[in-house]
């Protein structure tokens, strides 16, 4: 897009620190690839120069709504552009319709469409926007409150916000309506829920950087920095600078490989339930598996992941998969609340798994129905005896 060098390796630092605290196994990490898909496509048509690469993206949109369920962030990239076209018409005072803006509406409409191609069609559109209407899930589920400044890494996320927020100016100072509209409503969202901040930090810090790149170049005192980057840009693309990356992403390839083969590389034991789930392992043989387990939703996801499904749990981290009505029994159970064991009857949970100083881990030692049968400073875990 046009960013100065230095300005995007600092910007690298910071969405590195912003989307560091979403680097899960799930789904949603192919979703940031082909956001960038749509908002490079958008902006090269925004320049003029996207050609017939804008209507394929509907076949990008597919494949996105069976990937997952932020299918229709793509859909609103292009709408978005769309109305900045419209808009730098009425500021410039342009006669007639800009050709931009029906090429991008239909994209966008097209791209809407798209998406309807899912096993479920217009059922899934229908979950996902009564998912994110749910106030109770918005309410109660952390990643989806607002972000917590006193979290380790708010740094990044602070001079993430400011680096954007200086970028969305400059847009607007450039006229770029529809770049400025897309770094308002991503704001907007990431100060609104934590979950959207690292969505968020792959959009717009690239667009901040070649925002606030065009600013400096009419900068006199910035025209000697900004001429010695691109004379390293020069050199690099001489050299085929690609080439040396490569080689570095083969080599960590075949190092995490070895590491992998002698066994050094797995999950933390200090932060997963890892040797409370070897015991359940050899402890228990039945044909039928280990029973439901209740534990929190993201030992729940690690232990599906380590007994490849035969053990059940109570629920995990794909929230929308339960409901409502799952959700409320499980903030029952770890919260103590009158009732708690009656859910777990209910549901025919055997074993609890909780870290040992948990409000849950004292009420099951004190209840005749649960025995502590394994304890580590990570997890303790219990069984139902009656």
């Not at 050609?51 to 069976?66: I, S």
């Not at 209740?294 to 998969?321: C, H, N, P």
């Amino acid at each position: 897009m046009g960013g100065n060098l230095f300005f995007t390796a600092v910007a690298m630092v910071l969405l590195l620190g912003t989307t560091s605290m979403h680097w899960l196994a799930r789904p949603h990490v192919f979703s940031w690839i082909l956001a960038l898909v749509f908002l490079a496509v958008a902006e090269r048509e925004r320049r003029g120069t996207a050609g017939r690469v804008l209507y394929l993206l509907p076949l990008v949109a597919v494949l996105w709504a069976n990937l997952h369920g932020s299918f229709l962030l793509g859909p609103a990239i292009v709408f978005i552009y769309a109305i900045g076209a419209w808009s730098e018409k009425r500021v410039n005072s342009w006669s007639g319709i800009p050709l931009q803006f029906p090429r991008l509406a239909v994209a966008s409409l097209a791209c809407l469409l798209a998406t309807f191609i899912n096993p479920y069609g217009w059922r899934l559109h229908e979950h996902v926007l009564a998912y994110l209407e749910n106030d109770y899930v918005m309410d109660h589920i952390s990643e989806f409150r607002s972000f917590s400044f006193h979290s380790p890494g708010a740094l990044y996320v602070e001079l993430f916000l400011a680096v954007a927020a200086l970028g969305t100016v400059s847009l607007f100072k450039q006229r770029a309506f529809g770049p400025a509209l897309l770094s308002v409503g991503m704001l907007h969202l990431s100060l609104y829920s934590a979950r959207h901040l690292p969505t968020a930090a792959v959009l717009l810090l690239p667009l901040s950087v070649a925002a606030l790149t065009r600013e400096a170049r009419t900068w006199p005192a910035m025209r000697r920095f900004l001429d010695y980057s691109d004379r390293l840009r020069a050199i690099d693309s001489r050299i085929y600078g690609i080439v040396p990356i490569m080689l570095v992403l083969a080599l960590t390839a075949v190092g995490v490989n070895a590491l992998s083969g002698a066994g050094r590389v797995g999950f933390d034991a200090g932060t997963f339930p890892v040797r409370a789930a070897d015991f359940l392992e050899q402890r228990t043989r039945e044909p039928d598996g280990l029973g439901r387990v209740f534990a929190t939703d993201q030992w729940s996801g690690y232990l599906i992941y380590r007994f490849a499904g035969d053990s059940k749990v109570f629920i995990d981290g794909r929230s929308d998969f339960y409901g409502q009505n799952i959700l409320e029994s499980y903030a029952r159970i770890v919260e103590v609340r009158p009732g708690w064991e009656t859910v777990l009857k209910q549901y025919d949970v055997r074993f609890v798994m909780v870290p040992p100083d948990n409000a849950l881990a004292a009420a099951l030692q004190l209840s005749g129905a649960w025995k502590r049968i394994y304890s580590d400073p990570v997890a303790a875990v219990y069984e139902r005896i009656s």
